[in-house]
């Protein structure tokens, strides 16, 4: 018969498992939300209109039937980059690209043709905030995928295969978001079933899902391996 340990000799839970578990989740709620808003928000539109209804853009979803679907999306995002923990800079930005998420969500873009031909003062003031809190947010989620997440050291001269993702979808964020921002300087093809903006933002979103999660090890076959256990020390 096994002998009962008492509780205060056992040995203390380890915090850090707990934590580690946490932060996996989190990469994988906003992981998901990014992969699928893009997907979810024409879809659901079509399907509310009984028609198959596109969008100006991801941030025009405010004046659809997915209205509640965008918002809530968006501060999901907002609260799970803000409650995730990893290391100080990752927790400042993450935090920063929170705020910056849930800002988007609540200060909704300019109100396109198809709902006003004359957006009010406020309208426009709000649409610019909208603008700037997107930028600053598609700017944060770009550093994280080039800079902090792109970080692992090379093996064989070569770097994993992880990371090589993680930087194609930075760049990717970046040209999305370029495309966007030049198709409004130049007023570029707003009478297209499928706009240049609607494009920009939606794969711009499905990048940065798709880096979350591959860092909370979704993806079969690119998570990172265990470091090998040191070898016990010879008499």
């Known amino acids: 018969m096994t002998a009962r340990i008492p509780a205060e000799a056992r040995p203390p839970a380890d915090p850090q498992a707990q934590d580690v578990r946490t932060v996996r989740r989190l990469r994988l709620g906003v992981g998901l939300l990014g992969f699928l808003l893009p997907i979810v928000l024409p879809v659901g539109n079509s399907l509310t209109s009984a028609r198959i209804a596109l969008l100006d853009s991801m941030s025009a979803s405010y004046y659809t039937h997915m209205r509640n679907v965008f918002v809530g999306g968006l501060c999901a995002i907002g609260v799970f980059l ?79 295969a992880r990371d090589r993702i993680y930087l194609v979808c930075g760049w990717v964020i970046v040209a999305g978001i370029g495309a966007v921002a030049v198709a409004g300087v130049l007023h570029l093809a707003r009478d297209w079933p499928l706009t240049v903006p609607y494009l920009g933002e939606a794969v711009s979103v499905f990048a940065f899902g798709v880096a979350w999660l591959v860092k909370a090890e979704a993806l079969t076959g690119l998570a990172p391996r265990p470091a090998p256990a040191a070898a016990p020390a010879g008499p």
């Open 82 to 160: 803000i409650c995730y923990r990893h290391d100080r800079r990752e927790d400042r930005l993450s935090s920063v690209a929170g705020v910056l998420a849930i800002g988007v969500a609540l200060f909704p873009t300019e109100p396109p043709a198809s709902v006003t031909a004359h957006p009010s003062g406020v309208q426009t003031v709000v649409g610019v905030l909208h603008l700037v809190f997107a930028a600053g947010l598609f700017g944060v989620l770009a550093y994280f995928c080039l800079r902090l997440f792109a970080d692992s050291p090379a093996t064989g001269g070569r770097r994993p």
